[in-house]
């Protein structure tokens, strides 16, 4: 054989053997930081999702009507704190990223974020000087919608978590318990 083949054989067999370990490399990054993304995704809702669940409770007690339409002993009606909601800073941060994500994680997660969003915005009106001069009837409505989208969030929570652990690489063995509560 001729040299010059030799190497030219040589030249062409080691862009081939470099280019496809880039491309491995390329992979398995990708396929690490997809993981990442579904472990503080998934992080997050949780975390969220235990103070949704009191949403649940308070919307199970069913005595807001009747809390707004007592009087204190002031004369004043009820009206509810509603405090203000923590950003959801891993969302925000990946969202650029997001598209990297399995098809069947992104439309409940986004899903779940877009009612956590709305939930925000309703709760900032609840916060707002107009809120407090409605009549007690319509401050009860609002309230119990409020707490309705809150349960309503809780149910999609609940959704993106199961989407996420379904996708997910490092998926639950059957008969593993989960470390997070269901339907309380």
Partial sequence: MEPAFIGVLGLVLGVILSNSAVRILEALRRRERIQDIRTALRAEIRCQRHTLLQFKEAADRGDIAERF????????TFTPFVPREAPSFVFDAIVGEIHILPIEIIDPVVYYYRQIATLTEFAEDLRSERYLTLEAPRKAEMYQDYLAMGVYALA?????????????????????????????
């Fill in 156 to 184: 999609l929570a609940d959704e993106a978590i199961e989407a996420i652990e379904q996708t997910s690489i490092t998926r639950l063995r059957p008969g593993r318990p989960r470390d997070w509560p269901r339907g309380r």
């Fill in 69 to 76: 339409a007592r009087p204190s002993e002031s004369g004043a």
